[in-house]
């Protein structure tokens, strides 16, 4: 982020093209040589982090190749790390690195708690502003209109905060997309698009932890103006959207015809688009971003993993034509992969960010899991991964999972494919991305479409086995027939997709899985209730694997297909 001035400075466009464009040429030459590149980021953060304490206990001053390093440096998660963190962010110098962090990025970690991830100004120079820069060339090479005018973009993860919350040392603890990049790293065109809109600072006042008000606000806001692009990185963002303008849309005839904003006093009544909208409804019946945006031009958000299933028809809801363009495959701890074309789902590994190494996804990850470097990957296979970088990761296994779609000029282009947690309750190993797999595939042989999906294991009765329950919204209904069929399709897809899976349903150790039809929006109502309890609109993202027996009843309590017959306590 940085000021509104700056978006309105008359050549502002041609500089933000020209770094976004530089960036993306330094990459591109950089993937020339990428053995090579890596050694010089290996070289460069043992060199500047060598006598941090850190460095001093693993013998950074000694290591002078890649396989030192390996050998000397065991790999980690982040509750490895989380105590170095924790000393840095109560204020310790020379702890992981040796600038200190000025801010923390949070992020969501497996139990629910927030990570706390240092970042720091080398980080952020030499690993992170190369890559962030870049991800946004192919918007801004193809789609430049939108970014001539503030209001032409919405932007559903921008969210500056009053009052951010801090560690112990006074240090902002708070996403990437609350931090003003502009102030803190003296980087005056990096302000996402759209973070200068009339919506990315709310005029008027609201608690920062209301996030579903805040995001009403936006919309109100947004409806009066012609929105050419939508970004929102998490892709349940984008398909909030279509459900928010219904769920909220008298509310907003209401307030765009009065003037008003939040209940207060606004600006100069509008009865006239007030009017055009209720000619909307009515000609519609259900009003789309594509009435209200009629030109409407890109979204941009990941396109792998549950999204693949729904964002073919949520695009349709945004207009005809509209483009869909990947996010980059990335976390809060680092960059992994960016986009350097339009291809649909996936982005050419940062080279000059980090030092890569990846581990058959398979695999249980540990302190000396073998692992590959990028010219070892093989396309169609997926991947743990695991970098170090100069920010104070080392060995990182970030805890996502990578799919390698092909190479190009020696560098593998990689697609998210979901989170590395396994379910396993009889010994049949489920991924996510094998799950996702399977039910694509299912739906594909059938004809059958879904708003979303969500799985758990059943709580068997004594003598029988457990077994797979699957949550579907169709978009449209499917009889008994299809259900049945779509059933049986899924369980030999997974079977196919995953061995183990296979030998546990031949083995009686799992029983049949059973779907269970939901609403199409019943996914929906369960991100924005999720959103209500006062999670962060980013980190409530598609969830497949949902053991815990509440969450679970509150996604499908109240969202049932008036046809659906299941038995709870079997799953069938």
């Known amino acids: 982020m940085s000021s509104t001035e700056d978006w309105t400075d008359p050549d502002r466009l041609s500089r933000y093209r020209e770094r976004v464009f530089g960036e993306r040429r330094r990459l591109r030459a950089a993937c020339a040589d990428p053995a090579g590149r890596q050694r010089r980021v290996l070289e460069d953060l043992l060199e500047f982090n060598s006598g941090t304490e850190y460095g001093r206990k693993y013998g950074f001053g000694r290591i002078r190749t890649v396989e030192e390093f390996r050998r000397a440096v065991p790999v980690q998660r982040y509750a490895d790390l989380a105590p170095w963190i924790e000393r840095a962010a109560a204020g310790e110098a020379n702890v992981l690195t040796a600038d200190r962090p000025e801010v923390f990025f949070t992020s969501s970690g497996s139990t629910g708690a927030h990570k706390k991830i240092p970042v720091t100004p080398r980080f952020m120079k ?11 060339a192919p918007l801004a090479e193809h789609f430049a209109e939108v970014l001539q005018r503030p209001d032409a973009v919405l932007n559903l993860k921008h969210d500056p905060l009053a009052a ?53 606000l936006r919309l109100r806001l947004a409806v009066e103006s012609d929105v050419r692009c939508v970004i929102g990185i998490n892709p349940a963002m984008v398909a909030a959207v279509p459900y928010q303008l219904h769920h909220w849309w ?5 307030e765009v015809r009065d003037g008003t904003l939040g209940g207060r006093p606004f600006t100069t009544p509008n009865p006239g688009r007030a009017a055009e909208f209720e000619r909307l409804a009515a000609r519609h019946g259900t009003v789309l971003p594509a009435h209200i945006w009629p030109h409407m031009r890109v979204l941009f958000c990941w396109t792998t993993g549950l999204a693949s299933l729904y964002l073919p028809r949520l695009r349709e809801q945004y207009g005809p034509g509209v483009t869909l363009l990947p996010a980059p495959v990335a976390a809060s701890e680092g960059p992994v992969g960016v986009a350097l074309d ?39 296979r997926d991947y743990h991964v695991v970098f170090s970088h100069v920010g104070g990761l080392y060995r990182y296994a970030v805890g996502d999972v990578v799919r390698v779609v092909d190479r190009v000029g020696g560098v593998p282009r990689l697609e998210y494919n979901g989170r590395a947690a396994l379910s396993d309750h009889a010994g049949e190993r489920l991924r996510e991305a094998q799950v996702i797999r399977a039910l694509r595939t299912a739906l594909s042989a059938t004809g059958l479409e879904v708003t979303n999906a969500a799985c758990r294991v059943a709580t068997a009765r004594p003598g029988t086995a457990p077994a797979y329950t699957f949550a579907v919204a169709p978009r449209l209904p499917w009889s008994e027939d299809e259900t049945d069929r779509f059933t049986t399709l899924l369980d030999t897809a997974l079977g196919t997709e995953s061995s183990d899976y296979g030998t546990a349903r031949h083995d009686g150790r799992l029983g049949t899985p059973s779907v269970l039809r939901l609403t199409p929006e019943a996914f929906l109502g369960d991100w924005q209730d999720r959103v209500g309890s006062g999670v962060r609109p980013t980190q409530v993202k598609d969830r497949l694997f949902r053991q815990d027996p509440e969450q679970w009843a509150r996604l499908t309590g109240r969202a049932r297909h008036p046809s659906t017959r299941i038995d709870e306590e079997s799953g069938r």
């Open 164 to 216: 951010p919350p801090t560690t112990a040392s006074g240090r902002p603890h708070v996403g990437a997309s609350q931090v003003d990049f502009g102030a803190r790293f003296g980087e005056p065109l990096s302000a996402e698009p759209g973070t200068a809109a009339p919506w990315g600072s709310l005029p008027v006042p609201v608690a920062d932890g209301d996030h579903l008000e805040k995001m009403y």
């Open 250 to 254: 008298e509310r907003i005839v209401r």
């Open 342 to 380: 339009r291809h649909p789902t996936a982005g050419s590994l940062v080279v000059t960010a980090a030092l890569y190494e990846f581990a058959d996804a398979d695999a249980d990850l540990g302190p000396d899991t073998p692992t590959l470097l990028p010219h070892e990957l093989e396309p169609d």
């Open 126 to 136: 030499t690993t992170f502003f190369p890559f962030y820069f870049t991800a946004w």
